[in-house]
Structure formats: C-alpha cells, structure tokens
C-alpha cells in the first residue's frame, strides 16, 4: 500500500496507513495526559470547572490562577520540550544510523549545559540570560564536533557518533570544575538545574520555545525524505540526487537548535531524545524513523514521566529529568544487549 502525502506549508510528509493511525493516537494520549496533568495534583479540579475556566466563565476563581498560572504553562512547556527532543533524536539518529545517535548521548545536550553552567557560576542566574548561553554553547558544540568528525570532506556517521561521545565526556569533565569554582549557593543552583526540571515553569519559557519549534521543526520535517536516504549509505543517497554532506550539516544545527532550545527551557532532560524515535519506529512498523511521529512520542513520554515524577507512591516528587533518566538507563540497557545478540 504507497503511503499518503500531507503537506503543511513548506513540509511535506510521507506517511503510512499505520504511521498515520499511530500519529493520531498519540495525539490523542497527549491530549488526555495534559487533562489529566491539568485537573489532578494538590488542588484537583473537577470536570465542569475545567470547562468553565476555559470558556472564560471564572477567570477570577482559583481554579483558573492555578490552571493560567502554574499547570497550562508546565504542560505546554513539557509538550515542546518533549516534541523538540522527539525530533532532534530522529534527525540525529537518521544522521548518523544509529539508535544510540541521540544529543544526550553524542555530547550536544551536555554542550548547551555547559553555558548555562558558566552563566549561573560566573555571572548570574538571569533565566533569559541561561537560556540564550544554553543555546550558544549547544551550537558551539556542534560546530566543534561536526568539523572533527570530518574526514575526507565529509563527516560520517560512526565518526560524528564517536567524536560526540568524547567531546561530551571532555564537557562533563569541564562542567564539573565551573560547579567546583562556584560559591555554595551558586553551585547548587547549578545542580538544580542540571536535574531538569518543569517546575516554576512560566509563559516567559512557553513563548520562547513555541518560537523556535515553529521555526527549526519545519526545517528538520522538510529534510526527513532525503535523510531516509541516508540508511542507504552516503553513496547511495549521493546516487539518488541528495546533497548529503549539506543535507547532514543543515539536519545537524536545526536539530543541535532544538537540543538547545529544549535545555534553555527545561534543563538538560535525557531519555526522550534517545527513546522516542525508536519507539515511534517500532509502534508505526516502517523501516525508516517517522518523524513526526517521534516528536509526538518525545512529548507523550516526557508528559508520562512528568506525571510519574508527581505521583511517585512514596509522596517524593523528584525533578522530570532525574524520572527520565532512571527510565532511561533501563532504556540502554534493553537496547544494548539487543543488539549484542
């Protein structure tokens, strides 16, 4: 069965029958995880309040404070996050064909803390000032690894996987002497941080992240034909009319943008990036990564571990970013010890 075509804008999408049926239920879990999110915690909020604080009949209540002020953002926040990470993992893992190609693991989620590490140690914690340092250092990151991953004019898939592993473990290395150079207080606001967090999130993190999904996402999407080519091989790709060093270098920095983009707003979060374009691959049965799909599995599983993370049984609420990582390392090791057999 050929699979159908949407087009959004400049984006066109290939998308099977089953990819499709997938794509719309995952839709629809997000949607229900955020109800859910929005109506339950400290302060439940029942069903025909809900709907009254959304048509605007109680904007002064509590339930609409709480729901405008602290829960929509949060949400909001989590389903960008985790729809950039999603996606950026597609490219990334596309880019270099292989599962464990994911910017947590290569080294550029590990990049774009390192600025905000300095800006927190060194100057202040301006959260605007941390964000726009996060996505400086990330890009920084990737243009380092791009040109020493290079090798005869072009820079491959295993290389840039390799050389990514050891420029994150240089960074972590560095990171952890701006966290010695700091004062108390200045280090453990670096460490809060790092943990990855959705807690206080506001507006001022929603509209900035919404901004550079809308203009880095399409970018990716737009790419994602050409990069199915590259699980050919380069030469291949080459053969069926792909620019692919051009292909690969554009997919890298818009996807290393949205890394960026999603640390400045949430802290460094592991995990998505890493399982979401291999679980959106598996559940939609396509031999290549469906990347729209991956974005929505990114913000299905970040609204997961959110939810998690709130409801613990123990009533200890721990950071997102420290859930995603304990279901990540699971994750890796299910992974690994696959493909070792």
Not at 25 to 50: E, W
Not at 125 to 140: F, K, N, Q, Y
Not at 198 to 204: E, G, K, Y
Not at 306 to 315: I, V, Y
């Amino acid at each position: 069965m050929r699979p159908s075509v949407l087009s959004i804008g400049p984006v066109t999408l290939a998308l099977h029958p089953r990819a499709m049926i997938v794509t719309v239920l995952l839709a629809a879990f997000i949607l229900g995880l955020g109800v859910l999110l929005l109506t339950t915690g400290t302060m439940p909020i029942g069903l025909d309040d809900f709907i009254a604080v959304l048509r605007g009949q109680s904007d002064d209540s509590p339930a609409a404070k709480v729901l405008w002020r602290i829960r929509l953002p949060r949400v909001l926040t989590a389903c960008l996050v985790g729809f950039g990470l999603g996606l950026a993992g597609a490219a990334f893992q596309t880019v270099s064909r292989n599962p464990l190609g994911s910017p947590d693991v290569i080294g550029f989620t590990t990049g774009a803390a390192t600025g905000a590490i300095v800006q927190i140690v060194m100057i202040n914690s301006d959260p605007l000032s941390i964000a726009a340092m996060s996505m400086l250092s990330g890009l920084v990151t990737a243009f380092v690894v791009l040109i020493l991953a290079r090798k005869s004019g072009r820079s491959e898939g295993y290389r840039l996987v390799l050389v990514g592993i050891g420029v994150g473990a240089t960074l972590s290395g560095v990171n952890t002497v701006f966290l010695v150079m700091g004062d108390l207080d200045q280090s453990i606001a670096a460490q809060l941080w790092l943990a990855g967090s959705l807690n206080t999130r506001t507006w001022a993190h929603v509209w900035p992240a919404a901004l550079g999904l809308m203009l880095l996402a399409p970018v990716v999407l737009s790419l994602s034909r050409r990069l199915a080519l590259f699980e050919m091989g380069d030469d291949a790709a080459a053969a069926l009319g792909v620019s692919v060093e051009r292909t690969r270098i554009a997919a890298i920095l818009a996807a290393v943008g949205m890394t960026a983009i999603a640390t400045a707003a949430a802290g460094p979060i592991s995990f998505i990036a890493l399982a979401a374009p291999q679980l959106a691959r598996r559940v939609s049965g396509m031999a290549q990564i469906p990347f729209f799909a991956a974005g929505l599995m990114g913000a299905a599983l970040l609204l997961g571990a959110d939810l998690m993370s709130q409801r613990l049984p123990t009533g200890l609420s721990l950071p997102v970013g420290q859930m995603t990582g304990l279901l990540g390392g699971g994750y890796l090791l299910w992974v690994l010890t696959r493909r070792s057999r």
